[in-house]
């Protein structure tokens, strides 16, 4: 069986939890919870949460300092990524 990632980001630690646990149900591999700050001049966690920005300026993605990463198995890829999608994850 073929694995895929996820890296996945939310704006809050229970819409990530909530959707790592579907995935924990779905047999994921791994799932891991994590939050960055965006502390000026704090080198790659800064340059990460600037870049959540779009280039068109869409702020629907502003606030996404938790990260989600899993590892799926691809047959059941794209229902993982519909689970993270309804838990208000942008992937």
Known sequence: MAEKAILAYFHSPEQAEGAAAKLKALRAAEVQVDRFNN?????????????MLSVD?????????????????????DQACRVIESAGGSI
């Open 57 to 77: 300026g869409d702020m629907k993605s502003v606030g996404l300092d938790i990260i989600l990463a899993a590892v799926i198995d691809d047959s059941v890829y």
């Open 39 to 51: 502390e000026i001049g704090r080198g790659f966690e800064s340059a990460m949460a600037d870049g």
